[in-house]
């Protein structure tokens, strides 16, 4: 089972779901769909000083 769930906001890069196990980040407050590779080049703790600003 291989579903296609949408291009990578960063690198366009296609990204699929495979027997139910997303192969990439799939953000559901903003609607962006990240692969790993983009996900893991994010600094974490930009995210983490975004939520203090709220
Ligand atoms: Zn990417």
Redesign the pocket.
């Known amino acids: 089972m291989e579903e296609f769930v949408g291009f990578?906001s960063?690198?366009g890069?296609p990204i699929h779901c495979l027997n139910s196990f997303l192969n990439g980040v799939d953000n559901k407050e903003n609607g962006t769909l990240?692969?790993f590779?983009?996900y893991n080049n994010n600094d974490p703790k930009a995210i983490i000083n975004d939520e203090q600003q709220i």
């Open positions: 990578c960063e690198c890069k990240h692969c590779t983009c």
